[in-house]
């Protein structure tokens, strides 16, 4: 969504691939299964969403979502005990994904240039020769409807992927042998819980079996309702 409101004021055409059926609330999907969990923008990522849409703070607010200061508001737990609180201007937005999503989506689609193609699997890439360098170019994606089991391959000046963890570019150029095109691959063992409600403060204190770093985050939402993030990663390069 937001790759496509970047180029909206670059391109005639803009056409955004989903494999999802999009709820048509703010709500869970296959795609995204961390929609459910609070998330926190981070100050420089909602200064850009911000910048890309102007009503998106005031329309998430009124859905629900907390307006949070970083250094004040929230009690960050890093193994070596609570964080000191103090005043700044950290001031962000916190809500779940699929809100975010959902508002977000509801401002893209009144671009008359860009359009969703829903229920729509990208399955590789399609690459010819530039005639004018002479190069091999990405001229489009192939893609199954799950609506009507149809194939199909439609071509365009740029290709972006925006698959997130699910992306297979690197699986589709190598297969069309750009050999140099295979990502180096780290397995990262990332586990995130959330709760809201009452949280007890020995929670904060949980370290998660087998992760080298782990922390935990809560901030009040509205009167006693809080709501409490832990985390922990653990980093292994594979190949
Ligand atoms: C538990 C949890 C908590 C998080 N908390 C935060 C937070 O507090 N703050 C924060 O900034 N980030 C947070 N994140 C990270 C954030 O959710 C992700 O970075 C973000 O969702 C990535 O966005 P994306 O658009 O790149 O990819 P995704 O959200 O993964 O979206 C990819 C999209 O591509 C679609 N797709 C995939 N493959 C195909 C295909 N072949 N064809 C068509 N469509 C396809 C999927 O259905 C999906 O809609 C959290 C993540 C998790 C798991």
Not at 140 to 153: A, K, R
Request: hydrophobic share 35%.
């Amino acid at each position: 969504m937001l790759a496509a409101r970047t180029l909206c004021g670059h391109f005639k055409d803009i056409i955004i691939i989903e494999k999802d059926k999009y709820p048509s609330q703010a709500g869970p999907r296959n795609g995204t299964p961390q929609s459910n969990h609070i998330h926190v923008l981070l100050i420089k990522g909602k200064e850009i969403l911000l910048r890309l849409f102007p009503d998106l703070e005031r329309n998430l607010v009124a859905k629900g979502a907390h307006i949070v200061n970083l250094t004040n508001d929230v009690d960050y737990y890093v193994g070596t005990g609570y964080s000191i609180k103090f005043e700044s201007n950290l001031t962000t937005i916190a809500c779940t994904r699929q809100l975010l999503e959902h508002e977000i989506r509801n401002e893209i689609l009144e671009f008359p240039n860009v359009n969703v193609r829903e229920n729509t699997w990208a399955t590789g890439l399609v690459v010819a020769k530039d005639e004018k360098t002479k190069r091999s170019i990405c001229k489009g994606v192939t893609l199954i409807s799950t609506n009507t089991n149809s194939e199909e391959t439609i071509v365009g000046d740029l290709v972006v992927d925006t698959s997130g963890r699910e992306s297979k570019t690197s699986e589709w150029l190598y297969r069309l042998g750009r050999a140099g095109a295979r990502a180096r691959r780290c397995l990262l063992q990332f586990a995130v819980g959330a709760t809201r409600g009452r949280v007890d403060r020995a929670a904060h204190r949980v370290r998660p079996a087998r992760l080298d770093d782990s922390g935990s985050a809560r901030a009040r939402l509205a009167g006693a309702r809080l709501a409490q993030r832990l985390s922990g990663r653990q980093r292994r390069e594979v190949a």
